[in-house]
C-alpha cells in the first residue's frame, strides 16, 4: 500500500484501527475538503448513490469495503451467517450505480472470494483483505494505462478532458487524468482543458481540483465551447474514462462524451479513452446493451441548494451515454492499447 499512502489525493481510506472507512466527500468539493468515517455497508451504498464517491474505479473500490463492512456487521449479529446475505448486499451494492461495471465486477469479486474461504473462520478479516487488494490493483493498473497512454499522445497537444478521471475517481491515481499526469511529466503537453461537465460539475470542482494541485496549465471551459475551440486548432486530443466497454469498443462515459467524440471526428482529432480491463464487459456485444443510469431532476435545476431553473420543468437528466466506438481512436488500458477493428483487439488485451 506504499504507493496509495504517498499519493496526495486520497480520497479512500480504510482505517484499520477503527474499522471504518474514511471517504473524501466529493460533494462538497472544492469549497470543503470534509471526510465522511463509515461503519456500516448502508453507509457505503448512500455515499455511492449520492456520489460522495464517485467514478468507476473508485465506486468499485468502494463496493469492495463495503462487502468487508457487511461480513462485520453480520458477524456481530450471529457468528455463523447464511452466505447468500453477502450476494444479496451485493446485489443491492450494484443498483447505486447501474452503468459503471467497476462495482459490478468488485462485488462479484467479493462474492467469489467469500464462497472460496472455507473453513469461514476468518471470513470478515479475509474479505478486508481482499478490498485492500482491488484497492491496491486499481491503482497499480491505473499507474500501467497511464504509461502506455503517455506513449499515445501527440507532442505539444493541448488535451482535452471531459468529466473527472484523476484519484478522485479511481484507486488513486487516475485513468484519463492519469495519462495527462504521466505526459505533462513527461514534458509531451502544454496543459489541459477541461470541460465543466453539467450537471454535476465533475470538471469545474474536481478536475481542476486536481490539475491545479499536480500543477498543470489547465483552462475551465463551459461544455458548449469545445467544438469552437476544436474549430480554432486549439485542441489537438480528446482523452476521456470509460464506465463501461462493450466487447465491440462502443463506451459509456459521462453524458456530453458522445458529442466530444463526433466532434472530434469532424476536425480530424484524435480520440482517446483510458479505462482499466475492470471496465471492458465481454457481455455486452455492443453500446445498446449497456444500461445507462437516470438520476433526479433536482441535479440540473439545483445547484448549491439555489434553484436556477423552472422548478415545474420536466427534465431528462442521462448521466451518460453512448459512443460508438468508430469515432475512437484508440482504448488504452493496463493491458497495452487497443485500436478497430476492437472485436478483435479487446478480446486479444483480454486473453493475452
Ligand atoms: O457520474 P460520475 O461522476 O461517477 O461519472 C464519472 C465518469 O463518467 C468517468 O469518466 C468514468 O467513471 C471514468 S472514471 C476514471
Redesign the pocket.
Same mark, same amino acid.
Given at each position: 500500500m506504499s504507493e496509495l499512502s504517498e499519493n496526495a489525493i486520497n480520497p479512500i481510506k480504510w482505517i484499520d484501527n477503527h474499522g471504518h472507512l474514511q471517504l473524501l466527500d466529493?460533494s462538497k468539493l472544492p469549497q470543503e475538503e470534509k471526510f465522511l468515517y463509515l461503519n456500516t455497508w448502508e453507509e457505503v451504498f448512500s455515499a455511492i448513490r449520492d456520489?460522495k464517491i !464517485?467514478? @468507476?474505479? +473508485?465506486?468499485g473500490v468502494a463496493a469492495g469495503y463495503a462487502l468487508a463492512l457487511a461480513c462485520f456487521q453480520l458477524k456481530q449479529v450471529k457468528e455463523e451467517f447464511d452466505l447468500n446475505r453477502i450476494a444479496d448486499i451485493g446485489f443491492s451494492l450494484i443498483q447505486a !450505480?447501474p452503468? @459503471?461495471v467497476?462495482l459490478k465486477w468488485a462485488v462479484e469479486r467479493m462474492i467469489a472470494k467469500s464462497r472460496m474461504l472455507i473453513p469461514r473462520k476468518d471470513l470478515a478479516a479475509k474479505l478486508l483483505e481482499e478490498a485492500k487488494s482491488i484497492h491496491l490493483e486499481s491503482y497499480e493498473s =491505473?499507474v500501467k494505462l497511464s504509461e502506455f497512454g503517455a506513449d499515445v499522445i501527440p507532442r505539444g497537444s493541448s488535451v482535452l478532458t471531459?468529466? #473527472? %478521471?484523476?484519484p478522485l475517481?479511481?484507486g488513486g491515481f487516475?485513468? +484519463?487524468?492519469g495519462v495527462i499526469r504521466k505526459a505533462w511529466a513527461q514534458g509531451k503537453i502544454k496543459g489541459v482543458i477541461s470541460t465543466e461537465?453539467r450537471p454535476?460539475f465533475?470538471g469545474s470542482r474536481?478536475t481542476m481540483w486536481e490539475l491545479n494541485k499536480f500543477g498543470i496549465p489547465s483552462t475551465l471551459i463551459v461544455d458548449s465551447m469545445a467544438g469552437y475551440l476544436m474549430s480554432r486548432g486549439e485542441i489537438q486530443c480528446v482523452i476521456?474514462?470509460? =464506465?463501461r466497454i462493450a466487447s465491440n469498443g462502443d463506451v @459509456? #462515459?459521462?453524458?456530453g462524451?458522445f458529442s466530444l467524440a463526433v466532434l472530434a471526428k469532424e476536425h480530424g482529432l484524435p480520440f482517446y479513452v +483510458?479505462?482499466p480491463i475492470t %471496465?471492458i464487459d465481454l457481455d455486452k456485444n455492443n453500446g445498446d446493451e449497456i444500461p445507462i443510469?437516470e !438520476?433526479l431532476a433536482e441535479e440540473v435545476i439545483i445547484v448549491k441548494g439555489i434553484s436556477i431553473g423552472v422548478q415545474e420543468s420536466k427534465v431528462l437528466n442521462m +448521466?451518460?451515454d453512448i459512443t460508438p466506438s468508430k469515432y475512437i481512436t484508440s482504448i488504452i488500458t493496463d493491458n497495452g492499447v487497443a485500436s478497430a477493428p476492437y472485436n478483435k483487439s479487446i478480446k486479444e488485451l483480454i486473453i493475452g
Amino acid at each position: 500500500m506504499s504507493e496509495l499512502s504517498e499519493n496526495a489525493i486520497n480520497p479512500i481510506k480504510w482505517i484499520d484501527n477503527h474499522g471504518h472507512l474514511q471517504l473524501l466527500d466529493q460533494s462538497k468539493l472544492p469549497q470543503e475538503e470534509k471526510f465522511l468515517y463509515l461503519n456500516t455497508w448502508e453507509e457505503v451504498f448512500s455515499a455511492i448513490r449520492d456520489m460522495k464517491i !464517485r467514478g @468507476a474505479p +473508485a465506486i468499485g473500490v468502494a463496493a469492495g469495503y463495503a462487502l468487508a463492512l457487511a461480513c462485520f456487521q453480520l458477524k456481530q449479529v450471529k457468528e455463523e451467517f447464511d452466505l447468500n446475505r453477502i450476494a444479496d448486499i451485493g446485489f443491492s451494492l450494484i443498483q447505486a !450505480r447501474p452503468t @459503471a461495471v467497476n462495482l459490478k465486477w468488485a462485488v462479484e469479486r467479493m462474492i467469489a472470494k467469500s464462497r472460496m474461504l472455507i473453513p469461514r473462520k476468518d471470513l470478515a478479516a479475509k474479505l478486508l483483505e481482499e478490498a485492500k487488494s482491488i484497492h491496491l490493483e486499481s491503482y497499480e493498473s =491505473d499507474v500501467k494505462l497511464s504509461e502506455f497512454g503517455a506513449d499515445v499522445i501527440p507532442r505539444g497537444s493541448s488535451v482535452l478532458t471531459h468529466c #473527472n %478521471t484523476g484519484p478522485l475517481a479511481t484507486g488513486g491515481f487516475g485513468t +484519463a487524468l492519469g495519462v495527462i499526469r504521466k505526459a505533462w511529466a513527461q514534458g509531451k503537453i502544454k496543459g489541459v482543458i477541461s470541460t465543466e461537465t453539467r450537471p454535476w460539475f465533475q470538471g469545474s470542482r474536481l478536475t481542476m481540483w486536481e490539475l491545479n494541485k499536480f500543477g498543470i496549465p489547465s483552462t475551465l471551459i463551459v461544455d458548449s465551447m469545445a467544438g469552437y475551440l476544436m474549430s480554432r486548432g486549439e485542441i489537438q486530443c480528446v482523452i476521456v474514462g470509460a =464506465d463501461r466497454i462493450a466487447s465491440n469498443g462502443d463506451v @459509456a #462515459n459521462k453524458i456530453g462524451t458522445f458529442s466530444l467524440a463526433v466532434l472530434a471526428k469532424e476536425h480530424g482529432l484524435p480520440f482517446y479513452v +483510458a479505462a482499466p480491463i475492470t %471496465t471492458i464487459d465481454l457481455d455486452k456485444n455492443n453500446g445498446d446493451e449497456i444500461p445507462i443510469e437516470e !438520476r433526479l431532476a433536482e441535479e440540473v435545476i439545483i445547484v448549491k441548494g439555489i434553484s436556477i431553473g423552472v422548478q415545474e420543468s420536466k427534465v431528462l437528466n442521462m +448521466a451518460f451515454d453512448i459512443t460508438p466506438s468508430k469515432y475512437i481512436t484508440s482504448i488504452i488500458t493496463d493491458n497495452g492499447v487497443a485500436s478497430a477493428p476492437y472485436n478483435k483487439s479487446i478480446k486479444e488485451l483480454i486473453i493475452g
